[in-house]
């Protein structure tokens, strides 16, 4: 994966940069890509500030972490919604996320959030965040507490939240977890978290 200086951020916002194209960017008279050097699988690290102030104006606050330049499944119909859990699609090259899990109910092969409201079947090229704090869609499990266990959702693409006193024994436990509660809240609700498991793809 590249690693880097993203340069070209479509839009100006990395919440607001979903496009139809890989390169982002798409000429007005002819309809074709224009190459701006933005290339899927591109990833950069921000820090708070940096993060904030490429955060689009009535969206979701975005913080330090790592972001991503992605391509949906093509199979995924609609938009997929801010805070969704993404899942590498296991039978595709290249940086392809998928809102659904493999057979593995509990699948080990995370990617990230979506942050940005128009990434869908539409805009199927878009940011996604990996790691850091987050705002991640929790199911309609259990409310969020500051500290509690994040979970992947079980065949869904949503977050679940444990008590902060829970422990981790088993298997499907170790693969599911991906961080901690970092606000309070009702289920099926978006909340803060912080996401520190490791993303790795090629």
Known sequence: M?????GYIPGGFLNGAASATAAGATDVESGLPLQQGLTLGLQQQFNDADALSYSKPGGKTLYSGTYMWVQLDPAVSGTVPVGSALYWLETATGYVVTTVATADVNNPDFAGVSIDPNFGAANPYAFIQCNGK???LFSAAAAVTVGCLVLLTAAAATFDAALASATI?????IQAYVGNGLSAGSASTVQLARINRAVVRF
Do not use: M
Request: net charge neutral; hydrophobic share 30%; with cysteine.
């Open 169 to 173: 024994t088993t298997a499907a436990d």
């Open 2 to 6: 590249a690693f880097g200086k993203t």
């Open 134 to 136: 987050c705002s991640c």
